[in-house]
Every structure is written in structure tokens, then in C-alpha cells.
T-cell receptor
């Protein structure tokens, strides 16, 4: 069981470009959560998805951000027209019961 | 202050000493969880304590929960250099059946000197 897999580990984008972050949950898990972590801060919930459905996106900015979890393949967090303020670590987690299992994150740097 | 707020923000101790971190929260909860994060890595689940529990142990970890004070503490006994990490508490609010939508504090950074 490979655990929650995220890629890339590091992503550098220039302002205005698009960022695509991928997450494959643990085998057998069908729930995926995305969190954002700014330096020296805790994780902030962004969005909760099940296969082909967005269950809760209350923590996701209304513009430029979108997420999907297709029937086949990884979950994708997409950030369009990135700005410097989007620079952060983005973590994905999948759940079994009440426990969350986190990936190693994608560090997004916007130049 | 925010839900799931830890203190101190930073703690530095010698190997072998005990480390105590505290977490306060504002709203009613179903459970409270502690996580550990090594630098540049994801969070690792340490321990879950339910709202009807007062104390829980796991190896060198001891967690207490006081719902009347809306606070929890994490004690790491006989600390090791490998315990150096950031520790976060996360609350799962009462009535919230979405386990992943926990609210995390800003963490306590623990440094254990060899």
C-alpha cells in the first residue's frame, strides 16, 4: 500500500500560468481532501471530493481554483492564473474512518 | 484566537525531558486529534481522543481532553531527537460528519536537542 501519493513535490510557476496538482488516495479510499498550508501556519481545508462528486468546497476560493476527482485517475487541484499569494504547500489526504492519511504535499512557488 | 490553537508556538528541550503542548478550541467537538509534521512532509496521525474521553495513551504519548475548558494537552515523555517536528491539533466539530473537514491550529514546533 503506497499511501497517498502527490505529484509533483515542487512546482514553480510564473504569475498568470496554470498550476495542476495531482493526488492519488490510498488504495481503497474514495474520499479525497485538499488542504493548503502557508508558512508557519496550520492546514486550512479547501475541498472534499468523492469519485466524480464535489461534496464540500467551502474552503476553496471562488475564482481561479477548481478541483476534480474523476472516475479514473487521480484527483486534480487546478489553479488558474496563479498569483504570488498562491505560493504555499498543498496537501491531499484520504480518510479511513476518522483518520486522515496525508500525502507529502506539493510545494507551489509562484515567481 | 482561532479554533484549535496550540501553545507554545515553539518549544526547545533536551533529549530525555518531557514535552507538553496545549491546544484550545472554541466550539463543541466530536473528537480532537493530534498530528505530527516533519519539515517539508505531510502530517502523520498520532492519536484521537473523543469528546467523552478524558485521557488516552499511545506509547510515549499521553493526551488529555477537558471539554469544560475546551482544551487538550499532548505530553511526549522521554523525548528523543527524532521527536523534533511540528505538532498540530485538529478538531472535528460537533455535528460534522465529514472527518476530513477538521480545523487545524497553527502548531507547536518542538526541537529536541541531543
Amino acid at each position: 500500500n503506497a499511501g497517498v501519493m502527490q505529484n509533483p513535490r515542487h512546482l514553480v510557476r510564473r504569475r498568470g500560468q496554470e498550476a495542476r496538482l495531482r493526488c492519488s488516495p490510498m488504495k481503497g479510499h474514495s474520499h479525497v481532501y485538499w488542504y493548503r498550508q502557508l508558512p508557519e501556519e496550520g492546514l486550512k481545508f479547501m475541498v472534499y471530493l468523492q469519485k466524480e462528486n464535489i461534496i464540500d468546497e467551502s474552503g476553496m476560493p471562488k475564482e481561479r481554483f477548481s478541483a476534480e476527482f474523476p472516475k479514473e485517475g487521480p484527483s486534480i487541484l487546478r489553479i488558474q492564473q496563479v498569483v504570488r499569494g498562491d505560493s504555499a504547500a498543498y496537501f491531499c489526504a484520504s480518510s479511513r474512518g476518522e483518520k486522515l492519511f496525508f500525502g507529502s504535499g506539493t510545494q507551489l512557488s509562484v515567481l | 484566537s482561532q479554533q484549535g490553537e496550540e501553545d507554545p508556538q515553539a518549544l526547545s528541550i533536551q533529549e530525555g525531558e518531557n514535552a507538553t503542548m496545549n491546544c484550545s478550541y472554541k466550539t463543541s467537538i466530536n473528537n480532537l486529534q493530534w498530528y505530527r509534521q516533519n519539515s517539508g512532509r505531510g502530517l502523520v496521525h498520532l492519536i484521537l481522543i473523543r469528546s467523552n474521553e478524558r485521557e488516552k495513551h499511545s506509547g510515549r504519548l499521553r493526551v488529555t481532553l477537558d471539554t469544560s475548558k475546551k482544551s487538550s494537552s499532548l505530553l511526549i515523555t522521554a523525548s528523543r531527537a527524532a521527536d523534533t517536528a511540528s505538532y498540530f491539533c485538529a478538531t472535528d466539530a460537533g455535528g460534522n460528519t465529514n472527518a476530513g473537514k477538521s480545523t487545524f491550529g497553527d502548531g507547536t514546533t518542538l526541537t529536541v536537542k541531543p
